[in-house]
């Protein structure tokens, strides 16, 4: 399936745009990408953005270690300073959003829908510390919005250290399986970067023969930035 998602690249260099979602039979329409720390996964993302909004997508980050302008061009940025209590109380918002684009497109019969990227960094972290404050986000964003959200217009991207479902407090890897492509950025036998895309075989991911050589990642200059304040009309869509 993830053939029709990120086919063979005509460049073995990545370009922007590989994490976009695609349609067709047997995409996937989420991406999770992983990877150590300090490898260059927020920097990658970020170009990944900076090159969607250019498209029309809008993005709704959710990033307990944003800095002031790490985000150009997104407003809806949530969690800085560590604030992971503020990542908690986003996630009801984003919830109410997700059920009215679910009953304009079943009740009313729309089928189009900006599209919306809801992209998680350091995701591992926000699923352990979360936890600790008795907030289930795995079952949230992987079990119950993973599903449902392609339909209606909104897609997830998610960054961390391992996917594999018992580092997400899942107690099965179904939903990852079906709803995502699974991307890691890691060092090549040469000490190089590269990003590959791994497939899930007998309940664990492994590599496939689809690399592509990530140069060195130049994240855009810092720029004043306004953030949405938490409040009734933050999220609407």
């Given at each position: 399936?993830?053939?029709?998602?990120?086919?063979?690249?005509?460049?073995?260099?990545?370009?922007?745009g590989?994490?976009?979602?695609?349609?067709?039979?047997?995409?996937?329409?989420?991406?999770?990408?992983?990877?150590?720390t300090n490898i260059?996964?927020?920097?990658?993302?970020?170009?990944?953005?900076?090159?969607?909004?250019?498209?029309?997508?809008?993005?709704?980050?959710?990033?307990a270690?944003?800095?002031?302008?790490?985000?150009?061009?997104?407003?809806?940025?949530?969690?800085?300073?560590?604030?992971?209590?503020?990542?908690?109380?986003?996630?009801?918002?984003?919830?109410?959003?997700?059920?009215?684009?679910?009953?304009?497109?079943?009740?009313?019969?729309?089928?189009?829908?900006?599209?919306?990227?809801?992209?998680?960094?350091?995701?591992?972290?926000?699923?352990?510390?979360?936890?600790?404050?008795?907030?289930?986000?795995?079952?949230?964003?992987?079990?119950?919005?993973?599903?449902?959200?392609?339909?209606?217009?909104?897609?997830?991207?998610?960054?961390?250290?391992?996917?594999?479902?018992?580092?997400?407090?899942?107690?099965?890897?179904?939903?990852?399986?079906?709803?995502?492509?699974?991307?890691?950025?890691?060092?090549?036998?040469?000490?190089?970067?590269?990003?590959?895309?791994?497939?899930?075989?007998?309940?664990?991911?492994?590599?496939?023969?689809?690399?592509?050589?990530?140069?060195?990642?130049?994240?855009?200059?810092?720029?004043?930035?306004?953030?949405?304040?938490?409040?009734?009309?933050?999220?609407?869509?």
């Amino acid at each position: 399936d993830e053939a029709l998602v990120l086919p063979e690249p005509k460049e073995k260099n990545y370009v922007p745009g590989l994490f976009l979602p695609k349609h067709g039979t047997g995409a996937k329409p989420h991406v999770a990408i992983e990877g150590p720390t300090n490898i260059g996964k927020t920097t990658l993302i970020q170009k990944e953005v900076a090159y969607a909004t250019g498209l029309g997508y809008r993005f709704i980050v959710l990033d307990a270690k944003a800095q002031g302008g790490d985000w150009p061009g997104v407003t809806e940025v949530f969690g800085r300073g560590f604030n992971y209590a503020e990542i908690g109380q986003v996630m009801k918002l984003i919830e109410e959003t997700i059920i009215a684009r679910r009953q304009e497109a079943y009740g009313m019969g729309r089928k189009e829908f900006p599209p919306v990227i809801l992209f998680v960094d350091d995701g591992n972290n926000v699923i352990d510390i979360l936890a600790s404050q008795g907030i289930d986000f795995s079952t949230w964003f992987f079990l119950k919005l993973a599903p449902i959200c392609r339909a209606i217009g909104i897609f997830l991207w998610f960054s961390c250290q391992s996917f594999q479902a018992s580092a997400l407090k899942l107690t099965s890897g179904g939903s990852l399986r079906d709803n995502f492509v699974k991307l890691v950025l890691e060092l090549d036998g040469q000490g190089q970067r590269q990003l590959s895309l791994h497939k899930l075989y007998g309940g664990l991911y492994k590599p496939t023969p689809q690399t592509w050589a990530v140069p060195q990642i130049v994240s855009a200059p810092p720029t004043p930035q306004v953030q949405v304040a938490l409040g009734d009309e933050t999220l609407r869509l």
